[in-house]
């Protein structure tokens, strides 16, 4: 079945530093893959997404690409404010599901 | 645009006491409609989605049931919870067509 897999964390890094989160997937077909992030206390909002191969989703200055021949989708920032800390969830979804498989969150902490 | 609520914000309910969470969606039709679980720990777990009224299918057997008496609204309900239904209850949406999902704000549930 389809799964993801995400860098564990709990990641701190300080404001301004360079953000990577990893994010790999198995899947049948070609899935279109997210990331969603959830502020404390919140629900998930999409962050952003891509649909095919070699499409690169963007939103807040937070890029990911999708990766067909490493099956990946990492996202990354170039420089981290205090107010992105949140939950980043990775997920993907199948042609044939009508759900999203999600990655298990990465907790970040950026710190003034 | 299309929005999504969720209500209420906040429940604290005693052991073996009903439940019901209810979710409305505006500004489309015929939407996909979801209820996810995410317990501590931050997994999301998907409980029930629907794709039309009364057509509700289960992902994870349990004493939480789901109805859709109308289009938009989505009804999350359980007859007697159990303190292992404590958590983050999420309500989401997507197209009929089914792309990209959209969460609501969430209803944090405490079974005491």
């Known amino acids: 079945g389809d799964s993801v897999t995400q860098m564990e964390g709990p990641v701190t890094l300080s404001e301004e530093a360079f953000l990577t989160i990893n994010c790999t997937y198995t899947a049948t077909g070609y899935p279109s893959l997210f990331w969603y992030v959830q502020y404390p206390g919140e629900g998930l909002q999409l962050l952003l997404k891509?649909?095919?191969?070699?499409d690169k989703g963007s939103n807040k200055g937070f890029e990911a690409t999708y990766r067909k021949e490493t099956t990946s989708f990492h996202l990354e920032k170039g420089s981290v404010q205090v107010s992105d800390s949140a939950v980043y969830f990775c997920?993907?979804?199948?042609?044939?599901?009508?759900?999203?498989?999600f990655g298990s969150g990465t907790q970040l902490t950026v710190l003034p | 645009s299309q929005t999504i609520h969720q209500w209420p914000a906040t429940l604290v309910q005693p052991v073996g006491s009903p439940l019901s969470l209810e979710c409305t969606v505006e500004?489309?039709?015929?939407?996909?409609l979801y209820w996810y679980r995410q317990a501590a720990g931050r997994g999301l777990q998907l409980l029930f989605y629907s794709i039309g009224i009364d057509q509700i299918s289960s992902e994870v057997p349990q004493n939480l049931s789901a109805s859709r008496p109308q289009d938009r609204q989505f009804i999350l309900s359980s007859k007697k919870l159990l303190l292992s239904d404590s958590g983050f209850y999420l309500c989401?949406?997507?197209?009929?067509?089914?792309?990209?999902?959209?969460f609501g704000e969430g209803s944090w549930l405490t079974v005491v």
């Open positions: 997920a993907l979804s199948s042609g044939s599901a009508r759900q999203l498989t």
């Open positions: 989401a949406w997507s197209e009929w067509k089914w792309d990209t999902i959209y």
């Open positions: 500004g489309t039709s015929n939407p996909n």
């Open positions: 891509a649909t095919k191969a070699d």
